[in-house]
């Protein structure tokens, strides 16, 4: 037997992202309250959120490589560049020693 819908739920969210999503879930063939709603009912099956819910674990060296990208996308410090991919492989070799 099939439930009726009679409760409403309203929530705000960016216009931008609405519209992607919209876009995605139409994608998939269906409407956006519908994905909702699949990800409600799978979240009653589970019994929480149906999906890890965690800070991601990075290495040392990925956290310093977005360190470096924050400080390029902010103007403070300024990236590297190459003529050629030789120049950028002769610059990596020289790194590593």
């Known amino acids: ?52 819910v965690r800070r991601p674990k990075y290495n040392e060296a990925t956290i310093q490589a977005m360190e470096e990208a924050r400080k390029i996308a902010s103007g403070e410090i300024e990236a590297k560049s190459y003529h050629s991919a030789e120049e950028l492989f002769k610059d990596l070799d020289q790194e590593e020693c």
Do not use: H, Y
Request: proline fraction near 6%; charged fraction near 20%.
């Open 1 to 52: 037997m099939m439930s009726i819908k009679t409760a409403n739920f309203n929530m705000r969210m960016n216009p931008t992202q609405k519209k992607e999503l919209e876009e995605l879930f139409s994608s998939l063939g269906m409407t956006l309250p519908e994905a909702v709603n699949i990800f409600f009912s799978k979240a009653l099956m589970v019994g929480g959120l149906p999906f890890d």
